[in-house]
T-cell receptor, first 117, second 113 residues
Framework: EAQVTQNPRYLITVTGKKLTVTCSQN?????MSWYRQDPGLGLRQIYY???????DKGDVPEGYKVSRKEKRNFPLILESPSPNQTSLYFC????????????????FGPGTRLTVL | AQSVTQLDSHVSVSEGTPVLLRCNYS??????LFWYVQHPNKGLQLLLK??????LVKGINGFEAEFKKSETSFHLTKPSAHMSDAAEYFC???????????FGSGTKLNVKP
């Protein structure tokens, strides 16, 4: 089954304790992205990657790191989490470039709910 | 700067009546536009997308949207609401090299029996 998986699904941690949220896709997609969802703000893009070893900042990259060493994996790293990073996080993937032109459909993971105390 | 405005944070309709969820975008370039739906405690599912082909786009579950460049709008409609349509809906725009995506703040649709 084609899917994007995220782990863990739920995480409660304390300020300053480094954590990694994993994301993996089995669709051989070039493009992967991380978003955070906060009430009333929709989803905001944190980082994205167009292919292996190619990453760039989205709108809200502060406090986050990413890496893309393999095509299927795109982990999100919070080196020193703070309470304002409490949020619902989504990973997504798509083809890139879109053979039909324009942006392609993104497929989303189930989300990771992070609480930083 | 690119942005997406969803004009209503909440919309309430009765089952069987039409649905209209409004979305306006700002972009200097030809955009790709999407509508996604999120049911409670679920991930996001694509409803439909516009990528410079036909301006009237049909999606899943009877939804459709019309791209109006002169009005910079991409409103989502459905002729007859069903209880299962109750969810949050997001309008999304992507521009330039289609690397970045901008989400609206969402519209929560309530469907009354």
């Amino acid at each position: 089954e084609a899917q994007v998986t995220q782990n863990p699904r739920y995480l409660i941690t304390v300020t300053g304790k480094k954590l990694t949220v994993t994301c993996s896709q089995n669709m051989n997609h070039e493009y992967m992205s991380w978003y955070r969802q906060d009430p009333g703000l929709g989803l905001r893009q944190i980082y994205y990657s167009m292919n292996v070893e190619v990453t760039d900042k989205g709108d809200v990259p502060e406090g986050y790191k990413v890496s893309r060493k393999e095509k299927r994996n795109f982990p999100l790293i919070l080196e020193s989490p703070s309470p304002n990073q409490t949020s619902l996080y989504f990973c997504a993937s798509s083809l890139y470039p879109n053979p039909s032109g324009g942006a392609d459909t993104q497929y989303f993971g189930p989300g990771t709910r992070l609480t930083v105390l | 700067a690119q942005s997406v405005t969803q004009l209503d944070s909440h919309v309430s309709v009765s089952e069987g009546t039409p649905v209209l969820l409004r979305c306006n975008y700002s972009s200097s370039y030809s955009p790709s536009l999407f509508w996604y739906v999120q049911h409670p405690n679920k991930g996001l599912q694509l409803l439909l997308k516009y990528t410079s082909a036909a301006t009237l786009v049909k999606g899943i579950n009877g939804f459709e949207a019309e791209f109006k460049k002169s009005e910079t709008s991409f409103h989502l409609t459905k002729p007859s609401a069903h209880m299962s349509d109750a969810a949050e809906y997001f309008c999304v725009v992507s521009v330039d090299n289609f690397n970045k995506f901008y989400f609206g703040s969402g519209t929560k649709l309530n469907v009354k029996p």
